[in-house]
């Protein structure tokens, strides 16, 4: 009996070290990004307050995209995949930007000139459609193919995912700890006060309640 | 029969558990050298060149000996860190490390340094510019993000926080390399 249960615990081990180096045969290169973001905020209210959004605003992923571009020729990692998202709901926008109105949204990473995909881990390219998310976003001033579209403010602490009804968010930073897991309505509640506080009213097509 | 099943249970459970194993650890760290005494970089920043040997020589190779920098002239070298200054304006990050790796080890790092942004920042801005080179560093020898402690260098965001390893994230390479 203990010889049986010794041959098993055997066999117990060997799967799990199976299992480890199975999984270390990737096939092919991994390319990853890593950005130290420009600081923003410590803060929720400080990420409204900081004036660096343009739109804050519910969106559904209507095209996650799929075509990598480079902006600038002499850096061949500086490389977008551009997204578009439907405005579900206007929590704040400088340019009049209203429910239904389609934005695009220059996601940073894509496939590279080698052929790798390069992504961002906290800041990863969307993989399906639909997905609902809560997003800061500020337009892009660029000379390049970027100008006019939107990204994230602050890198990673501009995108947030709705499941739920729940607010979910890639990475525990600060701001992301105040809303992780809280009720989407009791969110943007928070946000449309801030709004109403600390904006003037911009937008005469969409008024906030 | 039941006890065939739950031996077929357990060797499922065991096989996922080494190989979530393996996942956390790549995820978590995002690679490392197969040969961290000799991790060589290539100095191509104008702006901040002294900084960017300093922060090489001195800041990680003196403060930890589980990763020894080496500088190299040689752009021929293909296994190296890269380290480049940039001039995007409209760019939300200071610095990024672009990492190539196959089964889990770097074949090559790049770095950008994002002039613009680091001298708009908050702080001292000496601190600041070895701020973001040295943590530039730690990604280009494994070490990800930290977001649950900005008294650290790899605080994943540029404030006037520490601008050389601490314990923390010497510790965290320690671990990755031993």
């Known amino acids: 009996m203990k010889l049986t249960n010794m041959f098993l615990s055997i066999r117990l081990i060997t799967a799990g070290v199976g299992g480890y180096y199975a999984t270390s045969m990737t096939t092919g290169t991994q390319v990853e990004g890593h950005a130290s973001w420009s600081y923003v905020s410590d803060s929720f209210e400080g990420l409204i307050e900081s004036e660096n959004s343009d739109l804050i605003a519910i969106a559904t992923v209507k095209d996650k995209g799929k075509d990598s571009y480079f902006p600038l020729a002499e850096d061949e990692t500086y490389v977008f995949t551009d997204a578009t998202l439907e405005i579900d709901e206007v929590l704040f926008s400088e340019e009049g930007i209203v429910a239904d109105d389609e934005i695009i949204v220059t996601q940073y990473g894509g496939k590279l000139k080698d052929g790798n995909v390069l992504e961002y881990h906290d800041v990863p390219l969307f993989t399906k459609n639909k997905k609902q998310v809560l997003v800061f976003l500020q337009k892009v001033v660029e000379d390049s193919e970027r100008n006019g579209k939107y990204q994230y403010v602050g890198g990673n602490l501009g995108l947030y995912y709705v499941d739920d009804n729940k607010v979910k968010t890639i990475v525990d930073h600060k701001i992301a700890k105040e809303i992780k897991d809280k009720d989407i309505k009791e969110v943007k509640g928070k946000i449309k006060d801030k709004v109403k506080a600390f904006y003037l009213p911009t937008n005469p097509k969409e008024q906030l309640k | ?178």
């Open chain 2, 1 to 178: 029969m039941r006890k065939k099943v739950g031996i077929v249970v357990a060797f499922v459970l065991a096989f996922v558990l080494g190989s979530s194993l393996q996942v956390y650890g790549v995820i978590y760290n995002g690679g490392k050298w197969r040969d961290p005494d000799n991790v060589r970089y290539l100095n191509n920043s104008t702006s901040y060149s002294s900084y960017v040997n300093t922060g090489a020589l001195h800041y990680w190779n003196n403060y930890t000996s589980a990763i020894n920098f080496v500088q190299i002239n040689d752009a021929n070298v293909y296994n190296k860190v890269l380290v480049k200054d940039v001039d995007i304006d409209d760019a939300t990050w200071d610095g990024r490390a672009t990492s190539w790796k196959t089964n889990g080890y770097f074949d090559k790092v790049e770095i950008s340094l994002n002039k613009p942004n680091i001298e708009d920042s908050a702080g001292d801005i000496v601190n600041v510019r070895y701020r973001v080179v040295n943590h530039e560093f730690g990604h280009s020898v494994g070490l990800g993000d930290l977001y649950d402690d900005d008294e650290v260098l790899m605080y994943g965001i540029t404030k006037d926080t520490p601008y050389y390893p601490t314990y923390t994230d010497l510790t965290r390479l320690n671990d990755l390399y031993n």
